[in-house]
Structure formats: C-alpha cells, structure tokens
T-cell receptor
Framework: AQKVTQAQTEISVVEKEDVTLDCVYETRDTTYYLFWYKQPPSGELVFLIRRNSFDEQNEISGRYSWNFQKSTSSFNFTITASQVVDSAVYFCALSEAADSWGKLQFGAGTQVVVTP | DSGVTQTPKHLITATGQRVTLRCSPRSGDLSVYWYQQSLDQGLQFLIQYYNGEERAKGNILERFSAQQFPDLHSELNLSSLELGDSALYFC???????????????FGAGSRLTVL
C-alpha cells in the first residue's frame, strides 16, 4: 500500500507565483520523519527539508515553507515567489523506525513547471 | 557535486545480460543505499550496507545483488536483465547505520540503465 501520496501530478505556474505541493502520509508509528527532495531536470535528488513527528511547528527557510499537520497526516510544501530554476519534480518521503531509518518511502512526485 | 560518485552514468545493454553499477560514498560516510527509480514503480529502496555488512533490504529482486567493499565503495549487480529493469539507479550515502532517526541521505547523480 502506498504510504506517501502526492495527489498532484503536475503544477504549472508563472514566475513569482506561489506553489504549494501536497503530501499525505500513512504510518502507525509515533516517531517518524518526513522529507522533501527535489529532482531537477539534471536528474539528481537534492534534499530540501526534514521534519520529525514531534515537531509540528511550521517554518520558513528562504522561499521554502512547510505545513506539517499530524491531525490530517499532511506535510505540505510551499515555494514562495517561484523562479524558473524551481522547475523540477518534488518528492515527499517518509522514514519510519522499521529496519533502517535510511529506508525512505517516496511519493510519486509532483512535477513543477515554472514559466517566465 | 554531492560527493557521492556513481558510474557509469549511462548504460545500454540487452536482455539476459549482466551489469555492475558502482558507487563511491561521500567521504566519511559508512552507509550506502541503493534506490531504483522506474516509470512503473517510482522511487524504491533496494538495499543498504553499513561498513561492509547488509543492514536493510527492500524490494530487491533475487536477480540483483549488492556488496560493500572494505574501502566502502559499493557495487550493485543486476543479472538476467529484463526490459522492466530499465531505470535510474541511485546510490545514496550517510554517516550513520540507520539506527537513529532523521538521517539525511546524500544522493549521487544516478546510473541510467536501458535494457533493449
């Protein structure tokens, strides 16, 4: 069963618009971590943010912000004032205390297209 | 440059063949993880090695095997290749074994395998 759901397949915006990416996860663990990774057209996976299940405080880091709500099992990610360089596939991932915390379960990804 | 080196970048081969993908982790990292990204399955965890020993296993086929050598580089061997094995294979590394949460994986650029 899919543990991480990214319902949005593709989002297209014009530069300077805000983009919010949705992520819904499923876990029975009380301790877990959530991540966002970015995959630009060049193909590599780049770490963006991490959140643990005990910290629901939402934060802003530069143009990135995230909204973590345990009550709805959601971990949404927002890019403010998007730029063309933000065009990429964004993946949400879950890490549970299974056999290894490094075993990430990824969602299907959301393609973000930012046009000038 | 993430510091995780993967070779080859691209590989084209025929069904039934065997290939070896190589990964050198970031300096100081003891764990190596292999992930597969395919159109059908998305990003999937395959296997993790920590300091030469297998640490965790995911959806890795029996036709696939991996190992980590004393110098910490790792190889992923794929045999009896099928068309469905065509994918982008990522290696990632981390300093720790995976027994503590919140690990941030550093990914390499990937090896793109095409099976014809």
């Amino acid at each position: 069963a899919q543990k991480v759901t990214q319902a949005q397949t593709e989002i297209s915006v014009v530069e300077k618009e805000d983009v919010t990416l949705d992520c819904v996860y499923e876990t029975r663990d009380t301790t877990y971590y959530l991540f966002w990774y970015k995959q630009p057209p060049s193909g590599e996976l780049v770490f963006l943010i991490r959140r643990n299940s005990f910290d629901e405080q939402n934060e802003i880091s530069g143009r990135y912000s995230w909204n973590f709500q345990k009550s709805t099992s959601s971990f949404n990610f927002t890019i403010t004032a998007s730029q063309v360089v933000d065009s990429a596939v964004y993946f949400c991932a879950l890490s549970e205390a299974a056999d290894s915390w490094g075993k990430l379960q990824f969602g299907a990804g959301t393609q973000v297209v930012v046009t000038p | 440059d993430s510091g995780v080196t993967q070779t080859p970048k691209h590989l084209i081969t025929a069904t039934g063949q065997r290939v070896t993908l190589r990964c050198s982790p970031r300096s100081g990292d003891l764990s190596v993880y292999w992930y597969q990204q395919s159109l059908d399955q998305g990003l999937q965890f395959l296997i993790q090695y920590y300091n030469g020993e297998e640490r965790a296993k995911g959806n890795i086929l029996e036709r696939f095997s991996a190992q980590q050598f004393p110098d910490l580089h790792s190889e992923l061997n794929l045999s009896s290749l099928e068309l469905g094995d065509s994918a982008l294979y990522f290696c990632a590394s981390s300093m720790t074994s995976g027994r503590t949460g919140g690990i941030v994986l550093t990914f390499g650029a990937g090896s793109r395998l095409t099976v014809l």
